[in-house]
C-alpha cells in the first residue's frame, strides 16, 4: 500500500525568505546608512536584566538599599556559629600573646644571664693575670720601703701600678684601718691604751681587692684597747 497522497501546499505553507541588505552604503543614494535599526529597538525589547554584567536578581547585583550590607553583617554576627568562632579566635591570640610575653622574658633573663657569665669570666682572666703579678708588687713594696724605689726604676713601677689600677685592683690593709677578719689576717696582736678598738698598726704585706672580689688578704699586726682592772672589793668572774 501506498501512503496518503499529499494534497497540494497552500500558499501560506512556503517557507519565508528574508533577504536583508546589510550593506552599509545606499546603491542609489551612495550615502551612509543608519545602524538599521530603530533607536530604542533593543531596549524596548530587553528584559529587566539587560545591560547589567549579572542576571536580573542575582547575588553580584549592587543592592539598591545601602544598608542591606550592614545589615547582612549584623545577621551574620548573630549567627551562634559565628560567635563561637569569634570567641575562639579571641581566646587564640590571647595565647599567641602570652607566648610572645613569656618568649620574651625568657630572652631578657637569658641576656642578663650571659652578661653575667659574660663579666664573671673577664673578671676571672683579671684575676689570674693579676694572681701572678703579685709577686712582683711585693718586690716593689719591700724596695720602696728600703729606699730602692729611685729614678726609671720607680718610673716603671708607677706605670705597672697605674696599669693594675685600670683593670681594678685597689690595695688592702694600711696603717690605722679597723681590723676587718674578712680582709686582714692577723699575724700578731698587741694592746695599747690609746687605741679604743683593734686597729692595724703595721702592714707586713698588702693584701688586694679586685671589684667585689678578694684577692688576696693583708698580712698586719693589729692593736686593741688593753682591758680595765677589777675594781677593788671585786671579785673577777670566775
Known amino acids: 500500500?501506498?501512503?496518503p497522497a499529499s494534497g497540494p501546499r497552500h500558499p501560506e505553507e512556503e517557507p519565508r525568505v528574508v533577504i536583508r541588505d546589510k550593506r552599509r552604503i545606499d546603491p542609489e543614494s551612495g550615502?551612509?546608512?543608519?545602524?538599521?535599526a530603530e533607536p530604542g529597538a533593543d531596549q524596548a525589547h530587553a528584559g529587566p536584566g539587560a545591560g547589567s554584567p549579572f542576571p536580573a536578581g542575582s547575588p553580584g547585583q549592587v543592592p539598591g538599599d545601602p544598608n542591606q550590607a550592614a545589615q547582612a553583617l549584623h545577621a551574620e554576627l548573630a549567627d551562634p556559629v559565628a560567635a563561637v568562632e569569634?570567641?575562639?579566635?579571641?581566646?587564640?591570640?590571647?595565647?599567641?600573646?602570652?607566648?610572645?610575653?613569656?618568649?620574651?622574658a625568657e630572652y631578657a633573663n637569658y641576656r642578663r644571664r650571659v652578661d653575667r657569665d659574660r663579666e664573671q669570666v673577664v673578671t676571672a682572666a683579671k684575676g689570674s693575670v693579676i694572681a701572678d703579678l703579685l709577686p712582683v708588687?711585693?718586690?716593689l713594696d719591700r724596695a720602696a720601703a728600703h729606699?730602692?724605689?729611685t729614678g726609671s726604676f720607680k718610673a716603671v713601677a708607677d706605670k705597672l701600678q697605674g696599669v693594675l689600677s685600670k683593670l681594678g685592683?685597689?690595695?688592702?690593709?694600711?696603717?690605722?684601718?679597723?681590723f676587718d677578719p674578712a680582709q686582714h689576717e692577723a699575724v700578731q696582736f698587741e694592746t695599747s691604751a690609746e687605741v679604743t678598738e683593734p686597729t692595724?698598726?703595721?702592714v707586713f704585706r698588702h693584701g688586694y681587692r679586685l671589684g667585689d672580689r678578694l684577692?688576696?688578704?693583708a698580712v698586719v699586726v693589729v692593736t686593741g684597747p688593753e682591758h680595765e682592772s677589777p675594781a677593788a672589793g671585786e671579785t673577777p668572774a670566775g
Open 1 to 3: 500500500m501506498t501512503g
Open 31 to 36: 550615502t551612509l546608512r543608519g545602524s538599521g
Open 86 to 104: 569569634l570567641e575562639q579566635a579571641r581566646q587564640e591570640a590571647a595565647e599567641r600573646t602570652a607566648d610572645l610575653q613569656r618568649v620574651t
Open 137 to 139: 708588687l711585693d718586690d
Open 147 to 149: 729606699g730602692d724605689l
Open 169 to 178: 685592683l685597689e690595695p688592702v690593709g694600711a696603717q690605722g684601718d679597723v
Open 200 to 202: 692595724v698598726s703595721a
Open 215 to 217: 684577692v688576696r688578704p
